[in-house]
């Protein structure tokens, strides 16, 4: 207390030229309308700011939130467009409102693209509805086959695989074709087996086949880059850069086919005939 009043009494004529600088503002922007309102205007200046600021590390720190909630939307739009549509009908009428297709949105926690045989890891597993053998997209195109599921995650068999076939076909003439990488680059595959008189441009566009059952068909697989030209002039080959880009890929989808036990069991008794 001696201190204080010791640090008044040397200082009395500074703090006292402060307090009426102070009271002089406060009368100047009280009494005059430009003054008070330059005032308020700084006021609210700063405020906001702050909570601008306030807001810009909020949403931040909801980026995971919304991303997950953009998935699960993006998720729930993809099983509404593939409704089974009757194309006979006038206006495409709906025939069945339940599609066979449903989409669990995913994120990648792991992945490579430099291996002849390369995995994606995504974080989810057995607990949410992943099985193997279910396939999985992007907003982009496909991306692999579930190969290992554990309770929370599953492994992903990429097209950047050497035992990855995929059945496509050639969008502009309905032409069959498997996909598959060649272990250089994993922004280009190839496709074999194209018969001469097959007149492919570059540019044209590769989708999913219906002789798929992983996939839903006319997903996007890629385009063409080039035709290669066989040396004997039988079947020629052609050069195709993926839609996905697997080096930047964050969020995915992992398809369900609700009808896949009862293709599968189809399938085996056909085998055993």
Request: aromatic share 10%; net charge neutral; with cysteine.
């Amino acid at each position: 207390m001696y201190n204080l009043i010791r640090f008044i009494q040397k200082h009395h004529f500074v703090l006292l030229f402060l307090v009426l600088e102070v009271l002089c503002i406060v009368m100047l922007t009280s009494t005059q309308s430009f003054h008070r309102q330059k005032r308020i205007n700084t006021t609210n200046d700063i405020v906001g700011r702050i909570y601008e600021t306030g807001n810009d590390i909020g949403d931040y720190f909801r980026l995971g939130k919304i991303n997950r909630e953009l998935a699960e939307e993006n998720a729930m739009l993809r099983r509404q467009l593939s409704v089974i549509t009757d194309t006979t009908q006038p206006y495409q009428e709906y025939v069945n409102k339940d599609t066979i297709y449903e989409f669990i949105p995913a994120r990648v926690v792991n992945s490579t693209v430099n291996r002849p045989n390369n995995y994606i890891l995504i974080d989810k597993g057995r607990l949410d509805g992943i099985e193997k053998d279910m396939g999985v997209i992007s907003t982009d195109g496909i991306v692999g086959i579930v190969a290992d599921v554990s309770q929370h995650y599953a492994s992903v068999m990429s097209l950047l695989h050497s035992y990855s076939t995929i059945s496509v076909r050639f969008k502009n003439n309905e032409h069959l074709a498997n996909l598959r990488w060649e272990t250089t680059n994993y922004r280009y595959g190839i496709i074999d087996d194209i018969p001469t008189h097959l007149l492919l441009q570059k540019g044209d566009t590769i989708v999913t086949s219906s002789y798929s059952y992983i996939f839903p068909e006319n997903l996007m697989a890629g385009t063409v880059m080039e035709l290669i030209p066989s040396p004997s002039g039988t079947l020629n080959k052609a050069k195709i850069q993926f839609s996905t880009d697997f080096s930047t890929l964050k969020n995915v989808y992992v398809i369900h086919h609700t009808n896949k036990a009862e293709l599968d069991s189809l399938l085996k008794n056909q085998a055993a005939l």
